[in-house]
């Protein structure tokens, strides 16, 4: 049984960090891609970074690119997603995702709330 556990949200201030982890299990973890979304209230749920299995290639989206940073550590089947300089505009609730044996799975999501 595929479970993605995401923990880490919470409420800073504008500038701040927060890092959020996604803790999987259930499927090859070494061996799959995983990425991290995000749906903001009223809009679609987009995508903000993904990592190889083996940790070597990471993308984000621009909008965050300079300020997030993606890693994995395979031994613990956790995904890390750092994020710095943090801005109003980062608020949402924030998803793990990996795709396995031909089907999409998503964690519970953790909800960041960047507020003065």
């Known amino acids: 049984q595929v479970q993605l556990v995401e923990s880490g949200g919470g409420l800073v201030q504008p500038g701040g960090s927060l890092r959020l982890t996604c803790t999987a299990s259930g499927f090859p973890f070494t061996d799959s891609l995983m990425t991290w979304y995000r749906q903001a209230p009223g809009k679609g749920r987009e995508l903000v970074a993904l990592i190889s299995g083996s940790g070597v290639f990471k993308n984000y989206e621009s909008f965050v690119q300079g300020r997030f940073t993606i890693s994995r550590d395979n031994a613990e089947n956790t995904v890390n997603l750092q994020m710095n300089s943090l801005k109003p505009e980062d608020t949402a609730k924030y998803y793990c995702?990996?795709?396995?044996?031909?089907?999409?799975?998503w964690g519970q999501g953790t909800q960041v709330t960047i507020s003065s």
């Open positions: 995702n990996t795709f396995s044996g031909g089907k999409d799975y």
